[in-house]
């Protein structure tokens, strides 16, 4: 049986890198902020492999964004390039959607099928709701890359974090809402 202290949630990690830098951009120089970007980004991944067992893909690649943007910002001596982590993580994500589009599949549909799960609503809803993440992701996307580029470091905090999780909400909510009237509509 897992030990049930590394089954508890780690979400909050995700916040540390950028909490990090933002802390020691305000209180230090841009060089050291970078720095403990980057190494609080290699201790989120110790700690997700030992809270889950293991390191996510996304989690692999947000790190190699971590460290290439962060070394490219320390290089050129200017925080926008670490900042823009966000915008090439959602880009990256978006575009996987949208090609999974383009190919007729759907990431949800395949992950239900391998856990041997038939899916509870219509097949073509799944591809819905993943085109409309895929738009969502990559409007947040572009958003993040002028929130880096044109506001402070507080405000892309902000957003990277809570933020992102209070627009994913209100997507969802939206989501939800789009489905169920169309899901009624269909059963007329």
Known sequence: MKNPSKTRPYFL???LPA?????LETYS???VALIGGIILGVIEMVLEKYFSGHVHTLSKV????ILVLGSISLIAREGVWFRLQPFFTGLGISGFLIIQKIQGRSLMLDMLKDMGQIPPMPEAFYKLIEWHLSL???VF?????????????ATWLFW???GFYMAFAVFMMAEILFLRLRLRSQKK
Request: no cysteine; glycine share 2%.
């Open 13 to 15: 990690l995700s916040f």
């Open 160 to 162: 990277k974090t809570g």
């Open 29 to 31: 120089t841009l060089e």
């Open 62 to 65: 947000n790190m190699t964004l």
């Open 136 to 138: 969502f992701l990559l």
């Open 141 to 153: 996307a572009l958003f993040m890359a002028k929130v880096a580029i044109y506001d402070s470091t």
């Open 19 to 23: 909490l990090a830098y933002w802390l």
